[in-house]
């Protein structure tokens, strides 16, 4: 290791701008692997996808057959209820990459910090991941949420407070409660992985230097962050915009249409009754959707991944 | 004097929101421990005489160990399948980046965004005929899928916050670049590496949607074991707290123990 | 490290055990419902096992709309996961019109096929043929706290009106003490609330669609039925009641929080277990009220057990399902388990049984419900279809959520009964377009 550091130090600025090339290595065959397999796994459910958005198959009607042309997207367009279910989805993903992304950092940073007991804490602060979303949703709407039974109304009333009925009133709201209760476990755990690659030696030059915790936040862990932070939004993102067990469980998709999502809209009608056209036209579009959000968060990702 | 009441202060802080943050199941715990009758009950009772019985039941009615097993393996199965293609890739992607990279990377991404719902007529059909319904291996394949984007991604974030000055020094020392993977890489991103598996892991052993509809008897996982315990009708809160603790018990293990791993922060100051 | 080697030695026990059992002759995969009914079947289907040596069972057990998705995937792209299925009087008609199921015609003398309730086997059948045995019926009644009753001086008529439900809960609602005059499923669902709904409003002479397959939801029936809901609900019913479906119902008033609910028959045996009710020793019950007409103030269900086509062993299939549904098997459970936990709703011998009148006093009432309703006409106007508390076509699960997703925000005062209403008819005309029934 010392004979290492040794060469470290003395070849780093030689071999610097080698770095930037590396083009005598053809690295590619190390990437074939990945690359064919995901290809294979995209356009085989893809094109089946595509296939079935433009033919009338409905599972229970298999006299309904037939090419339909853009009939399914057609229907899709006229439901009322898409535009609604786009802006949910939109708001759900939002809110919770946000809640999330802002969460996990704070307490990367907070448990980067030595305690007693640091890494039991750790432990149950990453346990809520642990739990099927399926259940994690239930816990909350009938033990923790429920306004007779649930552990929150207990607590309000205790103190004298009208009980809040969550799902009722504030539906959106507590689904993003929920999903970001399960999603600041990972936020978490990724952000304190990356923290912990800090190199000391830059943060033991900035406190010699004067600055201060919160300059050091902003200054050294934050940009430090950056790609992490990046990769947390872009998987989290993956993921929530197809949340669906959670309100299957607690709202199916209600009161009204209020916490109807896309994922949600495509089961209600395109499963429940087995109308495979309409379910993979749904999926087209869905997967239109995904791809412009990415574009966007993209352009910010990019930016980061050139950075260093 | 001072850092110890910082460090007084950091625990008081830590731990309010570790209890905060893990109170749901910790009273789902203990409702797994209570009757029926008072799992529904208000005020809420946080002493009562704890009973077996749901747990009982639970062994009783499904083979639990048969669904463990089936978790333990498509789980354990594609996170290691995963590691095997990602590694290398995230390895090239992040030392040898080429113009394409980040739209590699964008693309292996988007091969995600396509909601289940929407697939799964497609994909059961294809199931079917591939003869791989209801079987381990099946559930592996898919899993492997589904969470390869993730691990390239995190695989490949973590490596680049390897500095390359240590694999060039390698290099230099007569190193191939599989020598550089493997004996100078791995080892200083095993943090890396393991939280990332151990994220692929718990994807994998809570995905509820592939797992339901792709098996039924011989290769379902856990998440059909909970599914068998969840709204039936009649009061259930108290089973399916036992049947999710049963559930979750293999997992915590695994997590307690790659703590370890996770705790190893990348030290480049112990390299002095 | 210490937990590994005991936790992989039973592993291995339990691997090889699994490969011993494996070597019996033919296996019959049953796909159920969590049900207790079903459980208890489970748990007793040891003893067919063991009569039958060369038949190996292979339990699948999901929660309800999981199991529904699951069945349906396989029955209708032919993939043979399962030999035996349970599905309920929704299902049956339809996969039988697709030619799904094996018609069970060829039943042994002693199965008794005529003690098997009349409307419980008409709604297994199609075309004079049934497809399913039973092993579970239900209809919806009335239930109610005596010792509140008795507190306001009220007497529960045996087929009370929805006027005098609306006067008992403005009486015993006392939500201060936390305790609501009526409980009601408000959870959107073509199952959950839609199963209510659409009893109240076949008993206050509407219906889902006219016969030509107009949708009628914005109709003055549905108007009346629904305002009458919202205002009941809003006045005298719980919080939180548009996210409680039948199981937060039950554990509601089990732990005494409800006046009166009115639900599915198979919650009296709940309610009036000890073990599982807080209210054991104080609840009545009654018929479902009615308004104006009383067809279709009750609904009709029950869970069956088909044999898919696509079943490579339909013989061994048959037998299991002959056995389960039979009076032995009835007897048996009754014997070992209590006769509280027979399966209700299925043959008229079980209520006779005096046995098992004793352990439910309720039984008489129960059946009452079973045997008058009918889904054949449900509703004082003539309608295409069948079903009381549903509509037996395939577009029925997305027209009765989505419906049941526009009362339910009605129901949370999100927007008004006429606009919920008027939104949920032009989302049911516009399915029914689609799928070809109207022009």
Known sequence: MAALAKATLAIRTAFQSARKTGREVDTRPLLWPSVIVLFLWMIVPLAMTLYFSVIRYNLLNPALTGFAGLENYAFLFEDPALWTALWNTLVLVGSVLIITVVLGTLFAVLYNQDFFGRSIARLLVIAPFFVMPTVSALIWKNMMMHPVNGFIAWLQSSVGLQPTDWFAHYPMLSVIIIVAWQWVPFAFLILLTSIQSLDSEQKEAARIDGAGPLAMFFYIILPHLRRAISVVIMIETIFLLTIFAEIYVTTSGGPGLATTNLAYLIYSVGLLQFDAGYASAGGVIAVILANIVAFFLVRTVSRNLQHT | ?272 | MMRIVPLSAALAAALSLAGTAAHAATTVTIATVNNGEMIVMQKLSKQFEEKHPDIKLNWVVLEENVLRQRVTTDIATGSGQFDVMTIGTYEVPIWAKQGWLLPLDNLPADYDLDDVLKPVRDGLSYEGKLYALPFYGESSMTFYRKDLFKKAGLKMPERPTYDDIAKFAAAITDKGAGVYGICLRGKPGWGENMAFLSTLINTYGGRWFDEKWNPEIDSPQWKQAIGFYVELMTKYGPPGASSNGFNENLALFASGKCGMWIDATVAAGMLFNPKESQVADKVGFAQAPVAVTPKGAHWLWSWALAIPKSSKVPEAAQQFVTWATSKPYIELVGTSEGWTSVPPGTRKSTYQNPKYREAAPFAPSVLQAIETADPTSPSAKPVPYTGVQYVGIPEFQAIGTQVGQAIAGALTGQMPVDQALKSAQAVATRTMRQAGYLK
Do not use: C, H
């Open chain 2, 1 to 272: 004097m001072r850092a110890s009441r910082g460090k007084i202060g950091f625990t008081v802080l830590g731990w309010s929101v570790a209890l905060v943050i893990f109170f749901p199941i910790f009273w789902m715990a203990l409702t797994a421990f209570k009757t029926e009758v008072e799992a529904v009950a208000t005020p809420p009772s946080l002493w009562f005489t704890p009973t077996l019985e749901n747990f009982e039941e639970v062994f009783e009615r499904s083979d639990y160990l048969k669904f463990a097993w089936n978790s333990i393996a498509v789980s354990f199965g594609s996170t290691l399948l995963a590691l095997v293609f990602a590694v290398p890739a995230a390895y090239a992607m992040a030392f040898f980046p080429s113009k394409r990279t980040p739209d590699t990377l964008l693309w292996m991404l988007s091969t995600k965004m396509m909601p289940p719902v929407g697939v799964l007529v497609p994909m059961y059909l294809l199931f079917k005929n591939l003869g791989l319904l209801d079987t381990v291996t099946g559930l592996t394949i898919i899993y492997t899928l589904i969470n390869l984007p993730i691990v390239v991604w995190m695989l490949y974030t973590y490596f680049k916050d390897v500095p390359y000055e240590i694999l060039e020094a390698g290099r230099v020392d007569g190193a191939t670049p599989l020598q550089q993977l493997f004996l100078l890489l791995i080892p200083l991103a095993l943090p890396g590496i393991a939280s990332t598996g151990l994220l692929a892991l718990i994807l994998a052993w809570n995905e509820a949607f592939w797992s339901l509809n792709l098996t039924s008897s011989q290769g379902a996982p856990l998440t059909a074991f909970i599914a068998s315990y969840s709204a039936p009708q009649g009061l259930f809160w108290a089973k399916l707290s036992a049947a999710s603790l049963m559930a979750i018990a293999p997992i915590l293990v695994v997590g307690w123990m790659s703590q370890r791993q996770l705790v190893q922060g990348l030290t480049f100051g112990a390299v002095k």
